[in-house]
């Protein structure tokens, strides 16, 4: 053996047994997860969003702005984020059961005109029934008002939101340094650390311009319909971008419910197709493209980390998945160069695994050597 060598690892179960044990505590970590996804989904919200204004920070020190200006701007910054997606679904949901109470009489007209069409064709009465039951509009409004109400409730977790933008906002101008202080012992894991917020704002980026074009074309495409409140469907079309694939179908709910009371089943399909065709493109096809290339995500991943997080932490998973699978990435496999070769395999495009120069490369035990154990250093041989 090479003085330079070290014994291979000894797995002290077998392999079968190791992913059987590691399946079991993965379900452990997803229940808690999900367990205490109130909790913990507001606190990566804040964590998101520091991270995507801290850039703020890094441009006004160059600009020798002083350290506590900076810090400010960039709290204010993240509060404005905040604050402002909370506002904006407030106002959404609440103008559509605005518009929903206005529309009841018209809702009553088409299910009547609806029930009058069904049975002309020889629909039983009972099936009529069932239909126009289904299609109730005051069942809608409730909805929509335990919708508003569960907002609400968020309000009171707003206060706890907000306390840790700031609490966070203050650690962010050390973070850096701190990080530069462990590289020398951990420097791996600080590459993914690292790797983790440069791919979130990336990935944050890429959605805001992609979700401005789909907001300028569906706020652009409504102000030629009767439908009202384009402005305010157009602002939801942008938020709603922010989820990975199926985001336009929450955002072509409203409009499409009222150009059906406004123009009829010809402007809802009309509705329905154009965003199906704009937003699909751009969301579904051009926009996945560009998060793989800038977040190193396929476009498969994306959409089960969209499933997979919508299920553990509701609406906020859903609205993070992206991140939160660059996090579990960045804490699971690219904090182990032993785990580079799954890269690759999550990523969209042709990557390659970095390799290792022989001298970095650690040098093992030749197959036919017996297994020892792991040594803590250098393994001599006797001079024969």
Same mark, same amino acid.
């Given at each position: 053996?090479? /003085? ?17 044990? @590691? ?11 999900? +367990? ?60 559509? +059961? ?18 009058? =069409? ?13 239909? =126009?039951? @289904? ?52 420097? =791996? ?7 983790? +917020? ?45 989820? /990975? ?5 929450? @955002? ?62 509701? /609406? ?63 393994? =001599?041989?006797?001079?024969?």
């Amino acid at each position: 053996m090479s /003085p330079t060598s070290s014994a291979r690892v000894d797995w002290p179960l077998p392999r079968g047994l190791m992913i059987l044990l @590691g399946g079991g505590a993965a379900v452990l970590v997803i229940g808690g997860l999900q +367990a205490a996804s109130e909790m913990i989904a507001p606190i990566f919200l804040a964590l998101v969003v520091t991270i995507a204004v801290h850039p703020i920070r890094g441009y006004l020190e160059r600009r020798h702005v002083p350290g506590w200006a900076s810090t400010t701007v960039g709290i204010l910054a993240a509060l404005v984020v905040v604050i402002g997606l909370f506002v904006v679904l407030v106002v959404a949901l609440a103008r559509f +059961a605005t518009l929903l109470t206005d529309y009841q009489d018209d809702f009553n007209d088409l299910a009547e005109s609806v029930t009058g =069409t069904l049975d002309k064709y020889g629909i039983g009465e009972r099936q009529i029934s069932s239909l =126009t039951d @289904g299609f109730d509009a005051s069942q809608l409004v409730a909805t929509i008002g335990g919708w508003l109400a569960s907002l609400a409730g968020v309000l009171s977790g707003l206060f706890f939101i907000v306390t840790l933008l700031l609490f966070l906002g203050i650690d962010a101008g050390r973070f850096p340094l701190k990080l530069d202080q462990a590289r020398a012992g951990r420097g =791996t894991v600080v590459s993914a650390l690292e790797s983790f +917020a440069q791919g979130t704002r990336q990935y944050l980026v890429v959605s805001t311009v992609f979700g401005f074009i789909v907001a300028v074309v569906d706020t652009t495409f409504l102000a030629f319909t009767p439908v009202p409140g384009a402005l305010v469907w157009g602002v939801l079309a942008f938020i709603t971008n922010y989820i /990975p694939n199926i985001g336009f179908v929450i @955002g072509l709910i409203p409009p499409a419910i009222l150009g059906l009371v406004e123009g009829g089943p010809a402007l809802m399909v009309l509705i329905i197709v154009v965003y199906s065709v704009f937003n699909f493109v751009i969301q579904s096809v051009i926009q996945p493209k560009f998060v793989g290339d800038a977040v190193g995500l396929s476009g498969s991943i994306t959409f089960v980390s969209l499933v997979f997080w919508a299920w553990v932490m509701g /609406p906020l998973g859903a609205l993070f998945a992206v991140p939160l699978t660059l996090l579990v990435k960045a804490l699971l496999v690219d904090v182990d160069r032993d785990s580079a070769w799954l890269t690759p395999l999550l990523s969209g495009s042709a990557a390659t695994v970095e390799q290792e120069s022989p001298e970095q490369q650690p040098q093992r035990a030749p197959d036919d050597q017996p297994v020892v154990g792991v040594t803590a250093g250098p393994v =001599t041989q006797n001079a024969d």
